[in-house]
């Protein structure tokens, strides 16, 4: 008789376990202020192509980048010492970084042979 109730006490008990496991339903959320970030091609392939931010000041603390490679070639997105994967042409990365410290903060794409850059304000 023992052995007949054992499943179905466990049943209940491996339920909770696998709900337990779940993500939460925020955890896809992005953390902090939403920053899109476009990476633009030169028209002139000898200039440097540019990063433009969208706000271009954010307050202290944890930013997500919403980046968009609107170029021809893939790269990789670095500010403040953190670097996305690597973005395809007419793709969308997302990367979190956190300011300690207010200033300008330089971006870039250390991957390419014609550098991009742009600029980023914490306050």
């Known amino acids: 008789m023992t052995a007949r109730r054992l499943p179905l006490v466990a049943a209940p008990l491996v339920a909770v376990a696998l709900v337990g496991a779940l ?29 433009r931010f969208s706000p271009t000041k954010v307050r202290r603390g944890t930013v997500t980048f919403s ?3 609107t170029d021809n070639d893939v790269h990789v997105f670095s500010i403040n010492g953190v670097q996305s994967r690597w973005i395809r042409p007419m793709h969308t990365a997302k990367l979190t970084v956190t300011f300690k410290r207010p200033g300008r ?4 794409c250390p991957d390419s042979d014609s550098p991009f850059a742009g600029l980023l304000t914490v306050t």
């Open 23 to 51: 993500p939460s339903p925020g955890a896809n959320r992005p953390v902090g202020p939403v920053v899109k970030t476009a990476l633009i091609p030169s028209p002139i392939l000898a200039l440097p192509g540019s990063i």
């Open 105 to 108: 903060y330089i971006a870039s």
């Open 67 to 69: 980046i968009t490679n």
